[in-house]
């Protein structure tokens, strides 16, 4: 029996400018950009440097450690693609690095979740495609 679109999360579509961050995600690295001009990290990837806006960026990888900043339980899933995770944790997450990221924390009970618990980035399969999505769970 096949996925239907509607039980299917959702992939990216990478793009010039996030290609290499995709790349590292299958690769099993996670990646960033830094500003070559003023040495300020930035995440997600754009053309310019979100500080000083040169143009000279270039991609790092990160350690994969990061602090919890913020967080939110989901009950309600917000597509039936999702239902099957919920309750789930949508977290901010700060890099080591100096930049901050948005994703879910995974393998763990969504109630032991705190603001500054100590992350590392894994990677998440999804039916249907062979990208692999920076999730991170609690260590």
Not at 36 to 50: A, E, H, I, V, W
Not at 109 to 118: E, F, L, Q, W
Request: proline share 8%; charged share 25%.
């Amino acid at each position: 029996m096949s996925d239907s679109l509607e039980t299917l999360k959702p992939v990216p579509e990478p793009d010039a400018e996030s290609a290499p961050y995709w790349q590292g995600a299958n690769d099993g690295r996670f990646m960033f950009q830094r500003c070559s001009t003023c040495g300020k990290s930035q995440f997600y990837p754009r053309s310019l440097c979100r500080h000083c806006r040169a143009r000279e960026l270039k991609w790092e990888q990160s350690k994969g450690l990061g602090k919890v900043a913020s967080y939110s339980v989901v009950h309600r899933a917000p597509t039936p693609a999702f239902r099957t995770n919920s309750p789930y944790v949508l977290a901010l997450i700060d890099m080591d690095e100096g930049f901050r990221f948005m994703c879910n924390v995974i393998h763990c009970d969504p109630a032991s979740v705190g603001i500054g618990d100590t992350v590392r980035v894994v990677y998440e399969s999804r039916p249907g495609s062979t990208q692999k999505i920076p999730q991170v769970e609690k260590i």
